[in-house]
């Protein structure tokens, strides 16, 4: 939660939230890297709901920073590109969220050092690791064993 406040406080003077830096960014990359994802694509490569992306792109496309045009290949999809300003705010955004992401991981030794790299493993091993759902039952709560 640290870390999402102090990305929070460096964007907002750039008018943006944390949840729609993560629909920029990686638009943002995706655009430099040739593609021009579809909602659902950038849902997908982000982590992101498809619902939410839904959601956020409709603001951002309010906002002006992102335009929403169809797709010739499939009427149902809603294909997504950065605006001008949009590429101009999503670059400035990265760069502060870059900085922030060094002077955070100093303790390790910086954003590129083997303990920050060990660390992102490990945080990527327990993010993708399945989860199972399970209620607590009575004999959980008599023994002290809770999931």
């Given at each position: 939660?640290?870390?999402?406040?102090?990305?929070?406080?460096?964007?907002?003077?750039?008018?943006?939230?944390?949840?729609?830096?993560?629909?920029?960014?990686?638009?943002?990359?995706?655009?430099?890297?040739?593609?021009?994802?579809?909602?659902?694509?950038?849902?997908?490569?982000?982590g992101?709901?498809?619902?939410?992306?839904s959601?956020?792109?409709?603001?951002?496309?309010?906002s002006?920073?992102?335009?929403?045009?169809?797709?010739?290949?499939?009427?149902?999809?809603?294909?997504?590109?950065?605006?001008?300003r949009?590429?101009?705010?999503?670059?400035r955004?990265?760069?502060?969220?870059i900085?922030?992401?060094?002077?955070?991981?100093?303790?390790?030794?910086?954003?590129h050092?083997?303990?920050?790299?060990a660390?992102?493993?490990s945080?990527?091993?327990?993010?993708?690791a399945?989860?199972?759902?399970?209620?607590?039952?009575?004999?959980?709560?008599?023994?002290?064993?809770l999931?």
């Amino acid at each position: 939660m640290r870390w999402r406040t102090a990305i929070d406080r460096a964007i907002t003077p750039l008018g943006l939230t944390h949840a729609q830096y993560a629909v920029l960014a990686p638009l943002l990359g995706m655009e430099r890297a040739g593609r021009r994802p579809s909602q659902r694509q950038l849902a997908d490569f982000s982590g992101l709901e498809p619902l939410y992306v839904s959601k956020l792109a409709r603001a951002l496309e309010r906002s002006g920073l992102i335009e929403r045009t169809g797709n010739p290949d499939d009427t149902r999809a809603v294909q997504l590109a950065l605006t001008d300003r949009g590429r101009e705010v999503a670059g400035r955004a990265v760069a502060l969220v870059i900085g922030l992401q060094e002077e955070l991981t100093a303790p390790l030794g910086g954003l590129h050092s083997p303990r920050t790299r060990a660390l992102l493993e490990s945080l990527h091993a327990l993010l993708d690791a399945p989860t199972t759902t399970r209620r607590p039952t009575p004999s959980d709560t008599e023994t002290g064993e809770l999931p």
